[in-house]
Protein backbone atom coordinates (compact mmCIF):
# COMPACT_ATOMS: atom_id res chain seq x y z
CA UNK A 1 0.00 0.00 0.00
CA UNK A 2 0.97 3.38 -1.04
CA UNK A 3 2.22 5.73 2.49
CA UNK A 4 -0.83 7.86 3.37
CA UNK A 5 -1.89 10.45 5.72
CA UNK A 6 -5.58 11.46 6.33
CA UNK A 7 -6.99 13.94 8.49
CA UNK A 8 -10.37 15.68 10.01
CA UNK A 9 -12.23 17.18 12.28
CA UNK A 10 -12.19 14.90 15.84
CA UNK A 11 -16.10 14.87 16.77
CA UNK A 12 -19.23 15.26 14.52
CA UNK A 13 -22.75 14.98 15.62
CA UNK A 14 -25.51 14.50 13.24
CA UNK A 15 -28.65 15.34 14.64
CA UNK A 16 -32.00 16.36 13.01
CA UNK A 17 -32.82 19.38 15.44
CA UNK A 18 -29.83 19.47 16.95
CA UNK A 19 -30.02 23.53 17.08
CA UNK A 20 -32.68 23.28 19.90
CA UNK A 21 -30.04 21.36 22.32
CA UNK A 22 -27.07 23.53 20.74
CA UNK A 23 -26.24 25.20 23.93
CA UNK A 24 -26.27 22.21 25.80
CA UNK A 25 -24.02 20.39 23.26
CA UNK A 26 -21.42 23.28 23.50
CA UNK A 27 -21.67 23.22 27.31
CA UNK A 28 -21.14 19.14 27.57
CA UNK A 29 -17.64 20.08 25.35
CA UNK A 30 -16.31 23.72 26.63
CA UNK A 31 -15.43 25.29 29.64
CA UNK A 32 -15.62 28.74 27.56
CA UNK A 33 -18.41 31.56 28.19
CA UNK A 34 -18.03 34.03 26.12
CA UNK A 35 -18.97 33.11 22.39
CA UNK A 36 -18.68 34.98 19.05
CA UNK A 37 -21.34 33.91 16.25
CA UNK A 38 -19.99 34.25 12.81
CA UNK A 39 -23.27 34.56 10.05
CA UNK A 40 -24.36 36.31 7.18
CA UNK A 41 -27.10 39.20 7.64
CA UNK A 42 -29.61 36.89 5.82
CA UNK A 43 -29.27 34.34 7.61
CA UNK A 44 -30.01 36.32 10.73
CA UNK A 45 -32.65 37.97 9.39
CA UNK A 46 -34.38 34.62 8.51
CA UNK A 47 -35.22 33.40 11.95
CA UNK A 48 -32.61 29.92 11.45
CA UNK A 49 -30.69 31.18 14.10
CA UNK A 50 -33.50 31.65 16.50
CA UNK A 51 -33.76 27.69 17.89
CA UNK A 52 -30.11 27.90 18.58
CA UNK A 53 -29.78 31.94 20.07
CA UNK A 54 -32.52 30.30 22.26
CA UNK A 55 -30.55 27.43 23.38
CA UNK A 56 -27.42 29.04 23.84
CA UNK A 57 -29.16 32.12 26.04
CA UNK A 58 -31.11 29.58 28.17
CA UNK A 59 -27.43 27.42 29.08
CA UNK A 60 -25.54 30.68 30.09
CA UNK A 61 -23.32 31.15 27.23
CA UNK A 62 -22.76 35.18 26.75
CA UNK A 63 -23.15 35.45 22.66
CA UNK A 64 -22.06 37.71 20.76
CA UNK A 65 -23.38 37.98 16.58
CA UNK A 66 -21.22 38.92 13.31
CA UNK A 67 -23.81 39.23 10.82
CA UNK A 68 -21.29 40.67 7.93
CA UNK A 69 -20.26 37.94 5.98
CA UNK A 70 -20.64 38.06 2.20
CA UNK A 71 -20.54 35.71 -0.12
CA UNK A 72 -16.69 35.49 -1.39
CA UNK A 73 -15.71 37.52 1.64
CA UNK A 74 -12.86 40.30 1.17
CA UNK A 75 -9.96 40.95 3.52
CA UNK A 76 -11.33 43.83 5.16
CA UNK A 77 -14.89 42.45 5.61
CA UNK A 78 -12.54 39.64 7.72
CA UNK A 79 -10.31 41.78 9.73
CA UNK A 80 -13.18 43.57 10.45
CA UNK A 81 -15.28 40.80 12.17
CA UNK A 82 -12.24 39.71 13.86
CA UNK A 83 -11.94 43.23 15.68
CA UNK A 84 -15.34 42.79 16.24
CA UNK A 85 -14.83 39.49 17.87
CA UNK A 86 -11.56 40.32 19.73
CA UNK A 87 -13.52 43.19 21.39
CA UNK A 88 -16.32 40.92 22.76
CA UNK A 89 -13.75 38.79 24.14
CA UNK A 90 -14.52 36.28 22.11
CA UNK A 91 -13.69 32.85 23.69
CA UNK A 92 -15.21 30.33 21.61
CA UNK A 93 -16.09 30.90 17.52
CA UNK A 94 -18.87 29.18 15.91
CA UNK A 95 -19.18 29.51 12.06
CA UNK A 96 -22.91 29.05 10.89
CA UNK A 97 -24.06 28.81 7.65
CA UNK A 98 -22.81 28.25 3.93
CA UNK A 99 -18.64 28.29 3.05
CA UNK A 100 -17.85 31.81 3.04
CA UNK A 101 -19.34 32.15 7.37
CA UNK A 102 -17.70 29.11 8.01
CA UNK A 103 -14.37 30.23 6.12
CA UNK A 104 -14.06 33.44 8.18
CA UNK A 105 -14.80 31.78 11.25
CA UNK A 106 -11.80 29.53 10.73
CA UNK A 107 -9.91 32.76 10.22
CA UNK A 108 -11.18 34.68 13.15
CA UNK A 109 -10.37 31.89 15.60
CA UNK A 110 -7.07 31.83 14.18
CA UNK A 111 -6.51 35.47 14.14
CA UNK A 112 -8.19 35.92 17.37
CA UNK A 113 -5.66 33.05 19.15
CA UNK A 114 -2.43 34.58 17.54
CA UNK A 115 -0.51 37.52 17.17
CA UNK A 116 -0.25 36.50 13.39
CA UNK A 117 -1.37 38.61 10.87
CA UNK A 118 -3.68 37.74 7.67
CA UNK A 119 -1.09 38.37 5.15
CA UNK A 120 1.12 35.78 6.45
CA UNK A 121 -1.63 33.35 6.46
CA UNK A 122 -1.95 31.97 2.87
CA UNK A 123 -0.57 29.66 0.98
CA UNK A 124 -0.02 26.22 2.53
CA UNK A 125 0.80 25.55 5.92
CA UNK A 126 2.07 28.76 6.92
CA UNK A 127 -0.55 29.43 10.04
CA UNK A 128 2.57 29.24 12.84
CA UNK A 129 0.39 30.14 16.28
CA UNK A 130 -2.47 28.28 18.49
CA UNK A 131 -5.98 29.32 17.56
CA UNK A 132 -9.29 29.88 19.73
CA UNK A 133 -11.53 26.79 19.84
CA UNK A 134 -13.70 26.43 16.81
CA UNK A 135 -17.27 25.18 16.44
CA UNK A 136 -19.10 24.65 12.25
CA UNK A 137 -23.09 24.23 11.28
CA UNK A 138 -23.28 24.27 7.72
CA UNK A 139 -26.95 25.64 6.48
CA UNK A 140 -26.10 24.28 3.19
CA UNK A 141 -25.03 20.85 1.12
CA UNK A 142 -22.09 22.03 -0.91
CA UNK A 143 -18.89 23.29 0.30
CA UNK A 144 -17.89 21.00 3.18
CA UNK A 145 -16.51 23.69 5.02
CA UNK A 146 -16.99 22.52 7.96
CA UNK A 147 -14.68 19.73 7.71
CA UNK A 148 -11.87 20.97 5.75
CA UNK A 149 -8.74 23.07 6.45
CA UNK A 150 -9.50 25.09 3.91
CA UNK A 151 -10.53 29.12 3.70
CA UNK A 152 -11.12 31.36 0.97
CA UNK A 153 -10.55 34.90 0.56
CA UNK A 154 -11.43 37.72 -2.32
CA UNK A 155 -7.78 39.21 -2.23
CA UNK A 156 -8.78 42.27 -4.52
CA UNK A 157 -11.18 43.33 -7.27
CA UNK A 158 -11.18 39.79 -8.80
CA UNK A 159 -8.74 37.82 -7.27
CA UNK A 160 -8.69 35.15 -4.40
CA UNK A 161 -6.32 33.04 -2.05
CA UNK A 162 -6.55 30.11 0.27
CA UNK A 163 -4.96 29.67 3.60
CA UNK A 164 -4.52 26.34 3.54
CA UNK A 165 -3.77 24.49 7.60
CA UNK A 166 -4.19 22.01 9.99
CA UNK A 167 -5.15 24.43 12.25
CA UNK A 168 -8.16 25.62 10.56
CA UNK A 169 -10.15 22.55 11.48
CA UNK A 170 -12.69 22.52 13.75
CA UNK A 171 -13.10 20.99 17.03
CA UNK A 172 -16.48 20.26 16.45
CA UNK A 173 -18.98 20.06 13.35
CA UNK A 174 -22.87 19.90 14.19
CA UNK A 175 -24.86 18.74 10.80
CA UNK A 176 -28.60 19.53 11.61
CA UNK A 177 -30.22 19.07 8.29
CA UNK A 178 -33.36 20.91 9.76
CA UNK A 179 -31.46 24.08 9.06
CA UNK A 180 -31.77 23.27 4.92
CA UNK A 181 -35.32 22.58 5.41
CA UNK A 182 -35.92 25.98 3.67
CA UNK A 183 -32.93 26.43 0.90
CA UNK A 184 -34.33 27.35 -2.29
CA UNK A 185 -34.44 25.15 -4.88
CA UNK A 186 -31.79 27.06 -7.14
CA UNK A 187 -29.43 27.12 -4.24
CA UNK A 188 -30.49 22.96 -3.47
CA UNK A 189 -29.07 22.22 -6.71
CA UNK A 190 -25.86 24.46 -7.53
CA UNK A 191 -24.83 23.74 -3.92
CA UNK A 192 -25.66 20.17 -4.35
CA UNK A 193 -23.70 19.85 -7.49
CA UNK A 194 -20.61 21.75 -5.80
CA UNK A 195 -20.46 18.63 -3.33
CA UNK A 196 -20.59 16.17 -6.30
CA UNK A 197 -17.72 18.37 -7.71
CA UNK A 198 -15.68 17.60 -4.65
CA UNK A 199 -16.36 13.76 -4.73
CA UNK A 200 -15.51 13.47 -7.98
CA UNK A 201 -12.32 15.75 -7.74
CA UNK A 202 -11.30 13.84 -4.96
CA UNK A 203 -11.59 10.58 -6.21
CA UNK A 204 -9.33 11.42 -9.64
CA UNK A 205 -6.96 13.94 -7.50
CA UNK A 206 -3.45 13.32 -9.14
CA UNK A 207 -2.13 14.01 -5.70
CA UNK A 208 -2.94 12.50 -2.05
CA UNK A 209 -5.41 10.00 -3.23
CA UNK A 210 -6.27 7.12 -0.60
CA UNK A 211 -7.86 4.28 -0.08
CA UNK A 212 -10.33 6.90 3.15
CA UNK A 213 -10.68 9.45 0.48
CA UNK A 214 -11.87 7.34 -2.04
CA UNK A 215 -14.23 5.54 0.22
CA UNK A 216 -15.53 8.63 1.51
CA UNK A 217 -16.31 10.44 -2.27
CA UNK A 218 -17.81 7.18 -3.74
CA UNK A 219 -20.42 7.22 -0.38
CA UNK A 220 -20.74 10.76 -0.98
CA UNK A 221 -21.24 10.90 -4.93
CA UNK A 222 -23.52 7.82 -4.14
CA UNK A 223 -25.92 10.04 -1.11
CA UNK A 224 -25.70 13.16 -3.38
CA UNK A 225 -26.48 11.60 -6.78
CA UNK A 226 -29.46 9.86 -5.60
CA UNK A 227 -30.76 12.23 -3.66
CA UNK A 228 -30.51 15.75 -5.41
CA UNK A 229 -33.54 15.38 -7.51
CA UNK A 230 -35.89 14.44 -4.88
CA UNK A 231 -34.58 17.14 -2.53
CA UNK A 232 -34.71 19.62 -5.33
CA UNK A 233 -38.20 18.83 -5.74
CA UNK A 234 -39.65 18.31 -2.63
CA UNK A 235 -37.34 20.67 0.09
CA UNK A 236 -39.20 19.21 3.11
CA UNK A 237 -38.29 15.77 2.16
CA UNK A 238 -36.09 15.22 5.56
CA UNK A 239 -34.73 11.61 4.36
CA UNK A 240 -33.37 13.53 1.53
CA UNK A 241 -31.85 16.94 3.01
CA UNK A 242 -30.30 14.28 5.53
CA UNK A 243 -28.46 12.63 3.00
CA UNK A 244 -27.22 15.70 1.14
CA UNK A 245 -25.82 17.03 4.04
CA UNK A 246 -24.20 14.05 5.55
CA UNK A 247 -23.05 13.40 1.73
CA UNK A 248 -21.24 17.24 1.03
CA UNK A 249 -19.65 16.25 4.90
CA UNK A 250 -18.22 13.13 3.32
CA UNK A 251 -16.81 14.73 0.32
CA UNK A 252 -15.82 17.58 2.05
CA UNK A 253 -13.59 14.88 4.50
CA UNK A 254 -12.81 13.55 0.94
CA UNK A 255 -11.25 16.74 -0.83
CA UNK A 256 -9.27 17.80 2.15
CA UNK A 257 -7.30 14.92 2.21
CA UNK A 258 -7.32 14.33 -1.77
CA UNK A 259 -7.45 17.79 -2.99
CA UNK A 260 -9.61 18.90 -5.81
CA UNK A 261 -8.55 20.26 -9.61
CA UNK A 262 -9.36 22.11 -12.71
CA UNK A 263 -12.77 22.24 -11.94
CA UNK A 264 -12.07 24.62 -9.26
CA UNK A 265 -9.33 26.53 -11.12
CA UNK A 266 -11.31 27.10 -13.99
CA UNK A 267 -14.74 27.88 -11.63
CA UNK A 268 -13.13 30.16 -9.31
CA UNK A 269 -12.06 33.23 -12.32
CA UNK A 270 -16.02 32.77 -12.69
CA UNK A 271 -16.58 33.45 -9.39
CA UNK A 272 -13.75 36.23 -8.52
CA UNK A 273 -14.50 38.21 -11.61
CA UNK A 274 -18.16 37.55 -12.81
CA UNK A 275 -19.27 37.13 -9.34
CA UNK A 276 -21.41 33.54 -10.14
CA UNK A 277 -22.03 31.73 -6.82
CA UNK A 278 -19.09 29.37 -6.54
CA UNK A 279 -21.22 25.78 -6.52
CA UNK A 280 -23.21 27.68 -9.99
CA UNK A 281 -19.61 28.56 -11.43
CA UNK A 282 -18.48 24.33 -10.77
CA UNK A 283 -21.37 23.11 -12.54
CA UNK A 284 -20.69 25.37 -15.66
CA UNK A 285 -17.41 24.07 -16.06
CA UNK A 286 -17.82 20.56 -15.08
CA UNK A 287 -18.83 18.51 -17.85
CA UNK A 288 -16.29 19.87 -19.93
CA UNK A 289 -13.29 19.17 -17.71
CA UNK A 290 -14.72 15.49 -17.16
CA UNK A 291 -14.40 15.52 -21.25
CA UNK A 292 -10.92 16.70 -20.97
CA UNK A 293 -9.05 14.94 -18.77
CA UNK A 294 -11.18 11.98 -19.61
CA UNK A 295 -7.97 10.29 -21.93
CA UNK A 296 -6.19 10.31 -18.67
CA UNK A 297 -9.14 9.47 -15.80
CA UNK A 298 -11.58 7.31 -18.32
CA UNK A 299 -10.67 4.07 -15.54
CA UNK A 300 -11.49 6.38 -12.61
CA UNK A 301 -14.66 8.01 -14.03
CA UNK A 302 -15.63 4.88 -15.19
CA UNK A 303 -15.60 3.22 -11.57
CA UNK A 304 -17.66 6.51 -10.82
CA UNK A 305 -20.30 5.65 -13.15
CA UNK A 306 -20.96 2.49 -11.42
CA UNK A 307 -22.35 4.19 -8.51
CA UNK A 308 -24.21 7.43 -10.63
CA UNK A 309 -25.53 5.21 -13.09
CA UNK A 310 -25.58 1.75 -12.08
CA UNK A 311 -26.90 0.06 -15.16
CA UNK A 312 -24.16 1.40 -17.21
CA UNK A 313 -21.75 -1.04 -19.36
CA UNK A 314 -19.26 -1.28 -22.08
CA UNK A 315 -15.70 -0.07 -22.24
CA UNK A 316 -14.50 2.24 -19.80
CA UNK A 317 -14.66 5.40 -22.29
CA UNK A 318 -18.48 4.35 -22.71
CA UNK A 319 -19.22 4.36 -18.72
CA UNK A 320 -17.17 7.72 -18.59
CA UNK A 321 -19.16 9.20 -21.29
CA UNK A 322 -22.28 7.52 -19.14
CA UNK A 323 -21.50 9.30 -16.13
CA UNK A 324 -20.91 12.59 -17.50
CA UNK A 325 -24.29 12.35 -19.74
CA UNK A 326 -25.84 11.92 -15.84
CA UNK A 327 -24.28 14.76 -14.25
CA UNK A 328 -25.57 16.69 -17.32
CA UNK A 329 -28.56 15.62 -16.86
CA UNK A 330 -28.91 16.47 -12.93
CA UNK A 331 -27.86 19.81 -13.82
CA UNK A 332 -30.86 19.95 -16.52
CA UNK A 333 -33.41 18.70 -14.72
CA UNK A 334 -32.82 21.03 -12.03
CA UNK A 335 -32.84 24.20 -14.43
CA UNK A 336 -30.17 26.02 -12.91
CA UNK A 337 -27.71 28.21 -15.68
CA UNK A 338 -25.58 25.87 -17.73
CA UNK A 339 -24.25 27.87 -20.63
CA UNK A 340 -21.35 31.17 -19.21
CA UNK A 341 -23.58 33.30 -21.85
CA UNK A 342 -26.44 32.52 -19.17
CA UNK A 343 -24.50 34.58 -16.47
CA UNK A 344 -23.39 37.48 -18.36
CA UNK A 345 -20.02 36.07 -19.84
CA UNK A 346 -19.19 37.03 -23.36
CA UNK A 347 -16.80 35.37 -25.69
CA UNK A 348 -14.34 38.24 -25.38
CA UNK A 349 -14.23 37.20 -21.66
CA UNK A 350 -12.80 33.68 -22.37
CA UNK A 351 -9.35 34.66 -22.64
CA UNK A 352 -9.06 36.41 -19.54
CA UNK A 353 -10.66 33.76 -17.78
CA UNK A 354 -7.74 30.85 -19.00
CA UNK A 355 -5.22 33.45 -17.88
CA UNK A 356 -6.47 33.99 -14.37
CA UNK A 357 -7.55 30.32 -14.59
CA UNK A 358 -3.39 29.34 -14.75
CA UNK A 359 -2.78 31.42 -11.79
CA UNK A 360 -4.74 28.31 -9.71
CA UNK A 361 -0.94 26.33 -9.81
CA UNK A 362 -2.20 24.99 -5.62
CA UNK A 363 -5.18 23.44 -7.57
CA UNK A 364 -4.46 22.89 -11.45
CA UNK A 365 -1.38 20.45 -10.15
CA UNK A 366 -4.06 17.92 -8.91
CA UNK A 367 -5.73 17.55 -12.10
CA UNK A 368 -5.24 14.24 -13.22
CA UNK A 369 -4.21 15.56 -17.00
CA UNK A 370 -2.20 19.04 -17.45
CA UNK A 371 -3.94 21.76 -18.13
CA UNK A 372 -2.68 24.71 -20.43
CA UNK A 373 -4.37 27.91 -20.94
CA UNK A 374 -4.72 26.73 -24.65
CA UNK A 375 -6.64 23.98 -22.82
CA UNK A 376 -8.32 26.11 -20.38
CA UNK A 377 -9.68 28.98 -22.71
CA UNK A 378 -10.83 25.67 -25.08
CA UNK A 379 -13.12 24.37 -22.22
CA UNK A 380 -14.38 27.73 -21.73
CA UNK A 381 -15.38 27.95 -24.72
CA UNK A 382 -17.25 24.35 -24.55
CA UNK A 383 -18.81 25.48 -21.63
CA UNK A 384 -20.01 29.04 -23.37
Known amino acids: MTAFEFSTVPSIIAEYGAMRRFGVILRERFAQERLCLITDRFLRDSGLLAPALASLHGTGWKVTIIDDVVADPPEEVVLAAAERALASGAELIVGFGGGSSMDVAK ?9 QSLQTMYGVGNITGPRLPLVQVPTTAGT ?70 DMLA ?25 AMLLGA ?65 GSDEARCHALIQALEGLAAATGIERKLREVGISDADLPRLASDAMLQTRLL ?20
Open 365 to 384: VNNPREVSEVDALAIYLAAY
Open 107 to 115: LIAALLGSN
Open 218 to 242: REALRLLSTNLLPVFRNGSDRKARE
Open 144 to 213: GSEVTPISIVTTGATTKAGVVSPMLYADLTVLDAELTVGLPPHVTAATGIDAIVHAIEAYTSRHKKNPLS
Open 249 to 313: MLAGQAFANAPVAAVHALAYPIGGIFHVPHGLSNSLVLPHVLRFNAPAASALYSELAEIVVPNCS
